[in-house]
């Protein structure tokens, strides 16, 4: 994959995870869905983050 592709991904996953997590705070707030699909969003963050900073070490 090439560093234009990777970086292409990465905003695409960043856009969708901002898409998400947008949509869930229209659930209502004490659900427990809403709690789940929070703290997957969360990971999915977390993972998206972990992911071009590995990337940005391997490129430096």
């Given at each position: 994959?090439?560093?234009?592709?990777?970086?292409?991904?990465?905003?695409?996953?960043?856009?969708?995870?901002?898409?998400?997590?947008f949509?869930?705070?229209?659930?209502?707030?004490?659900?427990?869905?809403?709690?789940?699909l929070?703290?997957?969003?969360?990971?999915?963050?977390?993972?998206?983050?972990?992911?071009?900073?590995?990337?940005a070490?391997?490129?430096?």
């Amino acid at each position: 994959m090439s560093s234009l592709e990777f970086d292409a991904a990465i905003t695409g996953a960043r856009e969708a995870a901002s898409a998400a997590s947008f949509d869930v705070q229209k659930l209502p707030e004490d659900s427990v869905e809403r709690q789940a699909l929070h703290n997957l969003v969360t990971a999915i963050d977390h993972l998206i983050q972990a992911v071009d900073q590995q990337a940005a070490d391997t490129d430096a």
